[in-house]
């Protein structure tokens, strides 16, 4: 995929301040600090378009940016934060699942999760959410360079067995090296042009 621009567009917590739904739309999604950021950015070679919280857990917004004028990427805000105060984590998930099951143009759900990690209650619901609507998910390891080509493996083959899922549906991703950018784009186009 050629970037050839890649724009905020603006802050929403419901639909009536979402953009007008014209374009193919992405969503990402995953826990506090996963790297969420990191992968947005590698993937639309911007190092700021989407700003690395340093406190995590701070951007509780649905942020929507334009790629290319072709198609739209949604940053959901990261969950799972102990930090955040209780009113605001009440929200969060009404605001998400909100989007989810309304937003039209949404055509998946990029579901990123830490490749040293189990994957939690939050990937599961996320998950069963998903699959109740029939919207597609796209599952991303990140921060894959910290670990060994053995540790990954490892690691693959406990992540998708705790999900029942084929080794072969998780795309591993290094914000760091660049590994896996190219297939997670692969696997975003072909969501965006179906
Ligand atoms: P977010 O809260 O999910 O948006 O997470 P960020 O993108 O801000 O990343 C959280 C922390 O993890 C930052 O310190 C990043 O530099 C680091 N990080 C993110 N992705 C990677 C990766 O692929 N490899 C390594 N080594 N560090 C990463």
């Not at 390891?141 to 910290?146: A, C, E, P, Q, W």
Request: glycine share 8%; proline share 5%.
């Amino acid at each position: 995929m050629i970037i050839k621009s890649a724009e905020f567009i603006t802050s929403a917590t419901k639909p009536s301040q979402y953009p007008p739904a014209m374009l193919p739309e992405i969503a990402f999604a995953g826990r506090s600090n996963v790297g969420k950021s990191s992968l947005i950015n590698k993937l639309v070679n911007r190092r700021h378009l989407v700003k690395t919280s340093r406190t995590p857990g701070r951007t509780q917004l649905i942020n929507f940016f334009d790629i290319n004028a072709s198609f739209t990427f949604v940053d959901l805000p990261g969950y799972g934060y102990a930090k955040v105060p209780a009113a605001v984590k009440k929200k969060w998930g009404p605001m998400i699942e909100t989007y989810l099951t309304t937003r039209k143009t949404l055509k998946g759900v990029v579901s990123i999760m830490d490749i040293r990690r189990q994957p939690g209650l939050e990937e599961q619901n996320l998950a069963g959410w998903l699959g109740s609507y029939r919207i597609p998910i796209l599952r991303v390891l990140t921060k894959s360079d910290k670990l060994s080509k053995t540790k990954q493996k490892k690691q693959v083959d406990l992540i998708s067995f705790g999900l029942g899922l084929e080794k072969e549906t998780l795309l591993l991703f290094s914000a760091k090296t660049g590994k896996g950018r190219d297939a997670v784009w692969r696997a975003i186009e072909a969501l965006i042009t179906e």
